[in-house]
Structure formats: C-alpha cells, structure tokens
C-alpha cells in the first residue's frame, strides 16, 4: 500500500485545483495555435430581369425598366453585371454596357446559371452580388483572466480578417485567388519608371534666348 506524505498530498491537491482554475480561467476554445479561427466568409446573391430585345437593340421602354431596376438594387461597388440568352446581340450589349457605365460597372462575360426558360426575343441581365464577412466577430466571449492553457483568444484575427474582407475588391479572390491577366506586378510597376527614363531632358531643346532690350 503507498504511503502519501503530507507534501505529496498537498502537492496533489495544488495541481488538482491549478486544473479546476486552467479550466475556468482559460478561453472557450481550444486553440493552441497562431492561425485565427476568424475567418472570412464569402456569400452570393443572384438577381435577374428580363427585357425584350429587337435587332436594333434595347428599347427605350426596356432601358429605363434597365435603369429602375438598378436604383430599386442599388448597384454599385462588387457588384458583376452580365448577360444571358442567344438574344444578347452587339447593339443589346452595347446599350446595356452604356447604363452599367451609369453606374460605375462594366459589362462581364460569362452569366451564371439561372432559372426560367428565354424565347429568341429576350434577354436576361444577371447581377451577381458577392459579400465577405467573418462571422461572429468581434468575440469577447473569454474574459480578462489568466489562461494557464496557453490557448489562443478567441477574438484573435477579428479586426485583421475584418478589415481585410471590407476591403477586397472582389470576394471571390477569397475563395480561389485572383485570375491573372497575363502582366506581373513587376511589369505593371516598372512602367512609370520607363516612362521617366524616356522622356527627353528638360534641356535637350536649347536655352531660350532673352533680350536685354526687350524691356525697354
């Protein structure tokens, strides 16, 4: 049979009631490491309307029902308009890419998949509405303690991850990262210094020739 001293028994007791305090004292989560739990989230809204279409283009009638029914949306910023139907001929795509122009936005290619079925006469503009948030951010659900866990608060990367999804032009490079557009950045960024080392000298044409004389 073991015997316990009273050192050990204290001993036993402190790391017994050092567990209760870790347990209460310590964050919710069980975070341990440096990587946020607060991540953004990306959503999408999806909106269409229907216009009637003629070769020569839209309609007056159909583009003010265009125009209305971008204000009643408030289109803007991250918002992607595109067309859809065999009816989105040059002149349709021209007159719904000037009241996008309107607004700031330009006429994308490719529209997503969308329900109903589109005679030869009509046109369907789709406008895809995409939106990053973290959720359940801030959180304060640890309270100012101590954390002999060493677990990670739980409202670490909340003002980070937030701003950076208030920020980002597009949500979806969230999900998959931007398409490159066949330039790098060096390139993009080397052609102000080009232009400088282009350009002639603000001498190259001669000093202007100045008079004495000419005020008199």
């Not at 209460?24 to 990587?35: H, K, Q, V």
């Not at 309307?49 to 020569?56: C, E, F, G, I, S």
């Not at 009638?61 to 139907?85: K, M, N, T, Y």
């Not at 990262?177 to 080397?190: D, R, Y």
């Amino acid at each position: 049979m073991p015997i316990c001293t009273k050192n050990a028994a204290a001993s036993a007791i402190a790391a017994c009631l050092g567990l209760a305090l870790s347990a209460c004292n310590s964050p919710t989560n069980n975070n341990r490491g440096l990587e946020s739990v607060n991540q953004p989230v990306v959503d999408h809204a999806t909106y269409s309307l229907d216009l009637t279409t003629t070769p020569a283009g839209l309609p007056i009638a159909e583009q003010r029902r265009l125009a209305g029914w971008f204000d009643s949306l408030s289109v803007g910023f991250r918002d992607r308009i595109s067309l859809d139907g065999s009816a989105a001929s040059p002149a349709v795509r021209d007159d719904v890419a000037k009241i996008a122009g309107r607004y700031g936005l330009l006429l994308s290619d490719g529209a997503p998949i969308t329900a109903g079925y589109l005679d030869g006469a009509t046109v369907r503009v789709v406008i895809t509405r995409s939106r990053a948030i973290v959720p359940n951010c801030p959180n304060w659900s640890a309270k100012a303690s101590s954390n002999l866990g060493n677990q990670t608060d739980p409202n670490f990367g909340c003002a980070v991850n937030s701003n950076l999804a208030a920020m980002i032009a597009n949500p979806d490079d969230l999900l998959h990262g931007a398409t490159p557009k066949g330039e790098t950045v060096i390139m993009s960024s080397t052609k102000a210094i080009q232009t400088y080392r282009d350009a002639k000298p603000t001498g190259a044409g001669g000093l202007p020739t100045v008079s004495s004389e000419s005020g008199k």
